[in-house]
């Protein structure tokens, strides 16, 4: 209802607007995303959660310190790569 609307006075399809719309919102949260991920790489000097988990085996950080951001980032890079999915299928 509200997109026909919108849409009407913009002069373009409902379709249109909402698959554009939902584009830019996917890939505003794929920008914050990517944000706290490069925010996170720097912090350990990382690329991914990989190489942190492998830092903290080698001892370069102890567990205890590094725990929640291995999880943080473990599930921002889980979430990127659903956003990134889901960019592809529009």
């Given amino acids: ?6 849409a ?5 399809e409902p379709q249109t607007l ?3 719309s939902l584009k830019l919102y996917v ?3 794929l920008r914050i995303i990517e944000s706290e991920l490069l925010r996170l790489a720097h912090r350990y000097g990382v ?3 990989t190489e942190l988990d492998e830092m903290i085996k080698q001892g370069k950080y102890h567990e205890d310190e590094a725990f929640e951001d291995y999880f943080e980032f473990d599930n921002l890079e889980s979430e990127r790569d659903t956003l990134v999915s889901v960019l592809e299928s529009l």
Avoid at 1 to 6: K, N, Y
Avoid at 8 to 12: P, R, S, Y
């Fill in 27 to 29: 890939e505003k949260k």
């Fill in 1 to 6: 209802m509200l997109f026909e609307q919108i």
């Fill in 18 to 20: 909402e698959r554009e």
């Fill in 47 to 49: 690329q991914n959660v």
């Fill in 8 to 12: 009407q006075k913009l002069a373009t």
